[in-house]
């Protein structure tokens, strides 16, 4: 059974597999506004409950001692409140994000800011349309650790960076909505030229059609009028998706940060550069680090191959971001050379390049957190499981650059459920644990034996627990006749166990051919829920939901996020 909890700032993780059956309403009072707002109902289940989840990030979670080494603490820690030294370049930093962040809305954090407030971080791809419904929980969970800060007398603020260098542009170019029995994927089909940085994508004509099929989709709200004011011709995919977010966490003071310009890299310079120097001190640091995890029954996350580096760069002609390669020292190159594509450089080429065009040196997935945290100075940094797991590697390069390593937690995960959804979870008596662990055929069978009469549910299970009782017995004399003989009736009885759950499936199939609205109660929950076999979270696009319960669902979710579930929540809307 599950948790049912009120939201509250415990961050503990203790019990985060012993779920219990409490159930309570939780309640908030926002600080701009006295009025108290009941928010919805929450179940709160162990996060192993998630499908696919790696060890490592599950033993960081619960606290496992195995994991503990390769991070800086693990929840629920909270020596993070303390902010870091402010670095020198801070007032150039907020001012980069005074001229991205312009909206009113924005203001109190960045004063905030200016007297020297900390940063909780954390950040996405910039998808279509906002991209999946996990993404506003990322920026959620920041918001509501900035205020729990706040709250203990260390002031902060969130900022959602954007990333806007990453080059993978099919992860990023559609987004998925449910449309009455189906989930309708929406997709940019204008490829561009080569691997470019997909935030620099500027978006042409063939949007408007598919912000027309979002329209029909999502019908008129705020969130569709936010999504087509930002999703134009003319703006690039990371200023649009800054523009969408700032409106929908306006209230919370939401900043965003797109790092992927000159200015940015300007600042961060020296992390770069320490990429390009010591080059092959960090490659020998990770392959340590992941022996270490490899050594503690874990799978590191990143390979790091004999020529893998921490560093892309920007083609001047195409504009494509391609991946440095370091090659081995030689008698002619002692010091070794760098290749990308057909190109070779020396490190003083790059150095060279970094120091008169910084946006084209551009930072890996390890390597991206701790340029993010020399930027930001960042407190906390909120991760989804694979950035939390990706953290056990980029440690070593926290230790070496920054000489500390920032603190990482787990954004907020959760499914949401809507009233007709639940309606149905209520009639068929199912939990959210058990549509995990059902196929779409077995949920199905499912609902159709407990909608079986009630005659005939007695009779099938009169005659199986008959069965097992007799076959108990039996079993038992076999074997003390003779363990072979025993072992042979054990093959036998699994047999008639066997025909008996036939009966069962026959029953329930009869019955759900018998009444085609089972089927379809089937398919409904299983595409709100769990579609394709994979959390809501990461499959419907956010901006439906924003689109259904407004804006105000954004501090609902920083609520919930602030709550004492340390699982997977529930949330009942």
């Known amino acids: 059974m599950p948790r049912r909890t009120r939201a509250s700032i415990d961050l503990g993780v203790a019990s985060l597999t012993e779920p219990n059956s409490n159930r309570l309403r939780s309640e908030v009072v926002r600080k701009s506004n006295p009025k108290v707002i009941t928010l919805p109902t929450a179940d709160c289940y162990p996060i192993t409950v998630a499908p696919r989840l790696s060890r490592l990030f599950l033993d960081y979670c619960a606290g496992v001692s195995a994991a503990q080494p390769f991070y800086a603490a693990v929840p629920p820690d909270s020596g993070w409140q303390m902010r870091p030294p402010v670095p020198a370049h801070w007032p150039e930093v907020v001012s980069l994000l ?77 987004v998925v909505f449910p449309a009455r029995r189906e989930l309708r994927k929406l997709v940019y089909t204008t490829m561009p030229g080569s691997a470019v940085p997909v935030g620099s994508i500027v978006l042409d004509d063939t949007i408007t059609p598919l912000v027309d099929q979002a329209w029909e989709l999502l019908g ?26 700032s409106r929908v966490f306006a209230a919370q003071g939401l900043l965003v940060l797109d790092a992927g310009g000159r200015e940015a890299h300007r600042i961060g310079a020296p992390v770069l550069r320490a990429a390009l120097e010591r080059a092959d001190e960090f490659h020998a ?86 340029f993010q945290d020399f930027l930001l100075s960042t407190s906390l940094t909120i991760g989804g499981p694979a950035e939390v797991a990706y953290f056990a590697q980029s440690a070593v390069l926290f230790d070496r650059i920054l000489d500390h390593l920032t603190p990482v937690q787990p954004r907020f995960s959760a499914t949401l459920v809507e009233p007709a959804i639940a309606d149905l979870l209520r009639k068929h008596e199912l939990t959210l644990e058990r549509v995990f662990t059902e196929t779409p055929d077995s949920r199905a069978q499912l609902l159709a034996a407990r909608d079986l009469p009630v005659e005939g549910k007695r009779k099938l299970s009169a ?65 709100s ?45």
């Not at 994979?534 to 709550?563: K, M, N």
Request: with cysteine; glycine share 8%; hydrophobic share 45%.
């Open 463 to 527: 005659a199986g627990t008959a069965l097992d009782a007799e076959l108990s017995t039996l079993l038992e004399w076999m074997y003390t006749l003779d363990s072979g003989l025993g072992r042979s009736a054990d093959t036998a009885a699994s047999k008639m166990r066997y025909q008996m759950n036939r009966l069962r499936r026959l029953a329930a199939n009869f019955q759900l051919q018998r009444e085609d609205s089972l089927r379809r109660h089937a398919d409904a929950i299983t595409q």
């Open 220 to 245: 008129y709200s705020d969130a569709m009028e936010a999504l087509a004011a930002a999703y134009k011709p003319g703006r690039t995919f990371a200023q649009a998706f800054a523009e969408f977010y």
């Open 98 to 174: 005074a001229e991205q962040n312009l909206s009113s809305s924005a203001a109190p954090a960045l004063q905030a800011l200016r007297h020297g407030a900390g940063t909780v971080v954390t950040g996405q791809q910039v998808g279509l349309f906002g991209g999946p419904l996990f993404t506003p929980f990322k920026a959620a969970t920041a918001i509501a650790r900035a205020r729990q800060a706040t709250a203990a007398g260390s002031p902060h603020a969130a900022i959602f960076w954007l990333a806007s260098e990453d080059h993978d542009f099919a992860e990023i170019n559609h």
């Open 285 to 370: 640091a990770l392959n340590d680090r992941n022996r270490a995890l490899e050594a503690a029954g874990y799978h590191a996350q990143v390979a790091v191959t004999a020529e893998s580096s921490l560093l892309f760069l920007i083609d001047l002609r195409s504009g494509a971001r391609v991946a440095l390669k370091r090659l081995p020292e030689t008698a002619t190159e002692p010091n070794g050379l760098w290749r990308a594509g057909r190109e070779k450089y020396s490190t003083a080429d790059l150095v060279g390049i970094l120091a008169s065009e910084p946006e084209r040196i551009s930072p890996s997935a390890l390597l991206r957190p701790v």
């Open 529 to 573: 829920l769990y579609p394709g076999g994979a959390l809501q979270e990461r499959v419907h696009g956010a901006a439906w939901y924003f689109a259904r319960h407004g804006f105000e669902l954004a501090e609902e979710l920083v609520t919930q996020a602030a709550g004492t579930c340390p699982g997977h929540t529930a949330v009942w809307l």
